[in-house]
């Protein structure tokens, strides 16, 4: 099973990124789907969650900016990242179940 995260960059303070977490190897349905980010000098936290492809919970600091959503027909998990902060800089990874994508890293400048 191979998760591969995509869609970073360099942004803008306001700006918008898209990330996409391709799941490869088995079709994941009702497992707990997240996106985590890292900062540098910071621990993992948690951003987005959805849990058998109902419950959605976001954290404080993200909420009403971005949206985790899921492609059953692509095995994709997505995040959409709206009004972006610098303090959303970071290393974002996607974990389906058990498995860790890579990371894709996130830059907004002010």
């Known amino acids: 099973v191979q998760l591969q995260a995509s869609g970073g960059g360099l942004v803008q303070a306001g700006g918008s990124l898209r990330l996409s977490c391709a799941a490869s190897g088995r079709t994941f349905s009702n497992n707990a789907m997240n996106w985590y980010r890292q900062a540098p000098g910071e621990d993992r936290e948690l951003v987005a969650s959805m849990i058998g492809g109902g419950h959605i919970d976001y954290a404080a600091s993200v909420k009403g900016r971005f949206t985790i959503s899921r492609s059953v027909a692509e095995n994709t998990l997505s995040l959409q990242m709206n009004s972006l902060k610098p303090e959303d800089t970071g290393r974002y990874y996607c974990?389906?179940?058990?498995?860790w994508g890579q990371g894709t890293l996130v830059t907004v400048s002010s």
């Open positions: 974990r389906i179940g058990q498995y």
